[in-house]
Each structure stands twice: as structure tokens, then as C-alpha cells.
């Protein structure tokens, strides 16, 4: 099953693609200087009753001169055999369609499902070996503890990835304190979205607990639970002190309508940049949205829709 956890730990490539440099220098592979990385349809399905699914694909264009190479990317939570098989698709089918080389990254947050994640997969018979897979892996072993909070604030996109592959770690809490007196010295937006990038990713484990202790900004992830939104529903602050339940009761309005808006604005903004073609009916549609559980679940497919009818799709029940 996805997990917000499993989501966080791949779309933070995806939305902070400066990541890649210091990454690569830890998988000891040479980084791109000063690449245009490009975010691609994660969607490798051919026939359609057999849906398959990356999580994340970059298109990296290096302005040396090398050449363009796609970044297939997996989140993996534990050890599944038949990812041997798919990962070998995935970079098959990515090869054949772009026509560009392939690398692919497994992210995994235990120790264990990383020492497997490495391979190589291999595919072969009668002592032959028709194909081999060998994923870069990223997991608790190469993936440093920044417990520093001057070197989480040079690298704040590192410093959270840190945060959410170290989250069952001794050293939780030292990583989470690091990053928040960095968030506290940066930008607004950065804050904003580093702040509910460990929210959601964390969820409800005892870092996320320690998480939403440590921070009070507003939600980049509408309608996930984050600590923003539970104000909103709870209440505004000062209807709360005073204890009268007409301004807890505006507050719960106010907080409600806020996190719609916000909700939709973010599913239609992020249609708007992929360039999904929007038409008056639908936009009005997803705007006039009174249903959080509806507009999260418009929001996960807006990451990988390519056409707007595809957002509204109701789920084909099982077969009895």
C-alpha cells in the first residue's frame, strides 16, 4: 500500500530535483554540473488490465555537454520479490520509449530491504544471462545524520531527506531539532514546505509526534492531517483561549473553507503546470469542491493524470 511515508521519500526528488548533486556524491557516482531536470509521467503501462507504475521518473540534461539520462525512482518499504521483475521493466520500457539511458534509484529507510534493494537482478537461463539489474540504492547506511543545524540550513533539502530515511533512528531527534532551528532561519516558503514535507512523511510514528512539536507552519499537503489543518478544524486560536464556542464554531467555518480553497487551488495549480488541458467545466468543478477526502484523492492522481477526465474517474470495484 502507499504511504505518505513511501510518497514523501520520492517526491522530494520531483519538487527539489538540487538534491540530485549531493546525492549522487554519495552514491559515488559523478553529479551533472548544472543539469535541467525535468519531471516525466511515471506511467509504463502498455496494456491497460496490467497497470504499472513508477514512482517517480526525471529527465536529467546536464549543461556540460554529457548526455541526458533518465532517473527512475522507487521508494521501497521492504523486500518484495516481484520488484526483481519490475525493475527490470521499468528500465527496459524507459530505454525503449526516450531512447536515452537509464539509471535507477531505490530508496529504502531499514537497513535490510537496502542491503537486498542492491542486487543485481538477473534474468537468465541454462547459465546465460539475458539481463541484469543493478539499482543505486539510498538507505540508512550512505544517507548522513545532519544533527548540525548550520549544515541542515546549507542543505535543506539533504538535512529533510536525512530526517525521513533516520526516522526510526536513536539519532531522530537530534535530526528533527537540527532541521527545525534551520527552517526557523530560512524563507517562508521553504519553511512551509520542508515543515509539511516531514509532517506528512513522517506520519503517525513517534517522529512525527516529536515533528509537530517542534513546528507551527502552515500546510503545503492540503488535506493530509497536517498540523495547520487540525487548527483549522479545531478552531481558531483566539476562539479557543477565550473559550466562547461561537468563535470556536467560526473558527471550524473559517478553518473548513480555508482548507477547501486551498485544497483545490493546489490540485488546479498543479494541473496548470503540467500543462493538463483544464477546461471552464472541470476547473469550476474541482474549485467547487465541498469534499477534503475528494479533493486529496484529485491531488494524488494531478501528479500523474494526463488528461482531466482520468482525475475524475470513479474506482472500478473488484470483481465478485
Not at 124 to 130: C, M, N, R
Not at 259 to 265: F, N, R
Request: aromatic letters at 8%.
Amino acid at each position: 500500500m502507499v504511504t505518505s511515508r513511501h510518497e514523501a521519500s520520492h517526491r522530494i526528488f520531483q519538487e527539489r530535483p538540487e538534491i540530485l548533486g549531493p546525492v549522487f556524491g554519495l552514491l559515488g557516482v559523478p553529479p551533472p554540473a548544472k543539469a535541467i531536470v525535468e519531471v516525466l509521467t511515471p506511467d509504463t503501462t502498455e496494456i491497460r488490465p496490467i497497470e504499472r507504475r513508477i514512482d517517480s521518473v526525471l529527465r536529467v540534461e546536464p549543461s556540460d555537454g554529457c548526455d541526458s539520462f533518465l532517473l527512475a525512482i522507487e521508494a521501497q518499504g521492504k523486500r518484495d520479490a516481484g520488484k526483481e521483475a519490475s525493475w527490470a521493466y521499468y528500465v527496459a520500457y524507459l530505454q525503449a520509449k526516450y531512447e536515452l539511458p537509464v539509471l535507477l534509484l531505490v530508496i529504502c529507510q531499514d537497513r535490510a530491504t537496502a542491503r537486498w534493494a542492491v542486487g543485481p537482478f538477473t534474468c537468465g537461463a541454462l547459465g546465460w544471462t539475458a539481463l541484469s539489474t543493478h539499482p543505486l540504492v539510498l538507505g540508512p547506511e550512505n544517507v548522513p545524520v545532519i544533527t548540525d543545524p548550520s549544515v541542515a540550513a546549507r542543505d535543506l533539502a539533504m538535512a529533510a531527506f536525512s530526517a525521513l530515511t533516520h526516522g526510526r533512528s536513536k539519532d531522530t531527534g537530534a535530526i528533527l531539532d537540527a532541521l527545525a532551528r534551520a527552517l526557523r532561519a530560512t524563507d517562508k516558503k521553504s519553511a512551509d514546505y520542508y515543515s509539511d514535507l516531514l509532517d506528512v512523511g513522517l506520519g503517525n510514528t513517534p517522529a512525527g509526534a516529536e515533528w509537530r512539536e517542534l513546528m507551527t507552519f502552515v500546510s503545503y499537503f492540503p488535506g493530509r492531517g497536517t498540523l495547520r489543518e487540525q487548527a483549522y478544524f479545531e478552531g481558531k486560536a483566539d476562539g479557543k483561549a477565550e473559550g466562547r464556542a461561537e468563535g470556536m464554531a467560526e473558527g471550524r467555518a473559517e478553518g473548513a473553507a480555508e482548507a477547501l480553497a486551498m485544497a483545490a487551488g493546489t490540485v488546479v495549480r498543479l494541473l496548470d503546470r503540467r500543462l493538463v488541458p483544464l477546461p471552464d467545466d472541470a476547473r469550476e468543478r474541482i474549485t467547487a469542491c465541498t469534499d477534503l477526502d475528494v479533493l486529496a484523492r484529485w491531488l494524488d492522481r494531478a501528479f500523474t493524470v494526463q488528461r482531466v477526465d482520468e482525475l475524475f474517474a470513479e474506482a472500478t470495484p473488484p470483481t465478485p
